[in-house]
Protein backbone atom coordinates (compact mmCIF):
# COMPACT_ATOMS: atom_id res chain seq x y z
CA UNK A 1 0.00 0.00 0.00
CA UNK A 2 1.15 3.19 -1.09
CA UNK A 3 0.04 6.92 0.13
CA UNK A 4 1.29 10.23 -1.01
CA UNK A 5 1.75 13.04 1.27
CA UNK A 6 0.48 16.29 -0.05
CA UNK A 7 2.69 19.16 -0.37
CA UNK A 8 6.09 19.07 -0.41
CA UNK A 9 7.66 19.59 2.86
CA UNK A 10 4.40 20.25 5.34
CA UNK A 11 2.94 18.23 7.54
CA UNK A 12 1.74 14.45 6.83
CA UNK A 13 -1.85 14.27 5.99
CA UNK A 14 -3.28 11.66 3.48
CA UNK A 15 -7.18 12.62 2.80
CA UNK A 16 -7.77 8.67 4.21
CA UNK A 17 -5.93 6.88 6.80
CA UNK A 18 -5.29 3.04 5.51
CA UNK A 19 -2.32 2.66 7.90
CA UNK A 20 -4.23 0.03 9.77
CA UNK A 21 -4.55 -2.38 6.70
CA UNK A 22 -0.47 -2.38 6.18
CA UNK A 23 1.65 -4.76 8.34
CA UNK A 24 4.55 -2.37 7.73
CA UNK A 25 4.25 1.49 7.32
CA UNK A 26 7.75 3.04 6.57
CA UNK A 27 7.75 6.75 6.95
CA UNK A 28 10.34 9.03 3.90
CA UNK A 29 11.04 12.47 4.87
CA UNK A 30 13.19 15.21 3.76
CA UNK A 31 15.25 17.55 6.25
CA UNK A 32 18.03 20.15 5.42
CA UNK A 33 21.34 19.69 7.24
CA UNK A 34 24.24 22.71 6.50
CA UNK A 35 22.18 23.97 3.73
CA UNK A 36 21.88 20.57 1.54
CA UNK A 37 18.43 18.22 1.35
CA UNK A 38 18.43 14.96 2.85
CA UNK A 39 16.56 12.17 3.19
CA UNK A 40 15.26 10.25 6.26
CA UNK A 41 14.14 6.77 6.63
CA UNK A 42 11.90 5.39 9.58
CA UNK A 43 9.79 2.36 10.62
CA UNK A 44 6.33 3.52 12.02
CA UNK A 45 5.01 0.37 11.90
CA UNK A 46 5.40 -3.41 11.66
CA UNK A 47 2.68 -5.72 12.60
CA UNK A 48 4.44 -8.52 14.06
CA UNK A 49 7.94 -8.94 15.41
CA UNK A 50 10.56 -5.88 16.25
CA UNK A 51 11.55 -3.25 14.62
CA UNK A 52 14.16 -0.35 13.92
CA UNK A 53 12.78 2.76 15.68
CA UNK A 54 15.29 5.24 15.29
CA UNK A 55 14.96 7.65 12.70
CA UNK A 56 18.23 7.44 9.95
CA UNK A 57 19.52 9.20 7.36
CA UNK A 58 19.11 7.46 3.62
CA UNK A 59 20.62 7.84 0.17
CA UNK A 60 19.80 6.38 -3.40
CA UNK A 61 23.21 6.43 -4.96
CA UNK A 62 23.53 5.16 -8.58
CA UNK A 63 25.30 1.46 -9.09
CA UNK A 64 26.18 1.55 -5.16
CA UNK A 65 22.18 1.27 -3.80
CA UNK A 66 20.76 2.48 -0.53
CA UNK A 67 23.22 3.56 1.95
CA UNK A 68 21.40 4.07 5.32
CA UNK A 69 22.96 6.25 8.06
CA UNK A 70 23.87 6.39 11.94
CA UNK A 71 20.35 7.61 14.10
CA UNK A 72 19.73 11.01 13.16
CA UNK A 73 20.11 11.76 17.33
CA UNK A 74 20.61 15.55 17.14
CA UNK A 75 17.32 16.46 15.74
CA UNK A 76 13.64 16.64 16.35
CA UNK A 77 10.76 17.69 14.71
CA UNK A 78 12.64 16.04 11.25
CA UNK A 79 8.97 13.84 11.36
CA UNK A 80 6.98 17.14 11.44
CA UNK A 81 8.84 18.04 8.52
CA UNK A 82 10.16 21.28 10.95
CA UNK A 83 13.16 19.77 11.83
CA UNK A 84 15.18 21.87 14.58
CA UNK A 85 18.96 20.78 14.63
CA UNK A 86 19.78 20.12 18.56
CA UNK A 87 23.97 19.72 18.62
CA UNK A 88 26.95 18.81 16.40
CA UNK A 89 26.76 15.26 14.41
CA UNK A 90 29.40 13.66 12.86
CA UNK A 91 27.63 10.32 12.17
CA UNK A 92 25.85 11.60 9.68
CA UNK A 93 26.18 10.53 5.77
CA UNK A 94 28.82 12.75 4.22
CA UNK A 95 28.79 14.08 0.82
CA UNK A 96 27.72 12.47 -1.95
CA UNK A 97 30.19 11.71 -4.43
CA UNK A 98 27.84 9.86 -6.80
CA UNK A 99 24.57 11.53 -8.96
CA UNK A 100 21.81 10.40 -6.90
Same mark, same amino acid.
Given at each position: ?9 ? !?V?T?? #?????? #? ?7 ? $?? =????? +? ?5 ? +????? %? $? =? ?7 ? +? #? ?5 ? $? ?15 T ?10 ? !? %? =?
Amino acid at each position: MLLTQHGFIG !NVATPI #DLSYLA #DTVIMLRYF $EF =EGALK +KAISVVK +KRSGG %H $E =ETLREFRLV +K #DQGIQIG $EPLTDFVGVTTGVPTYTGRQTSILGPST !N %H =E
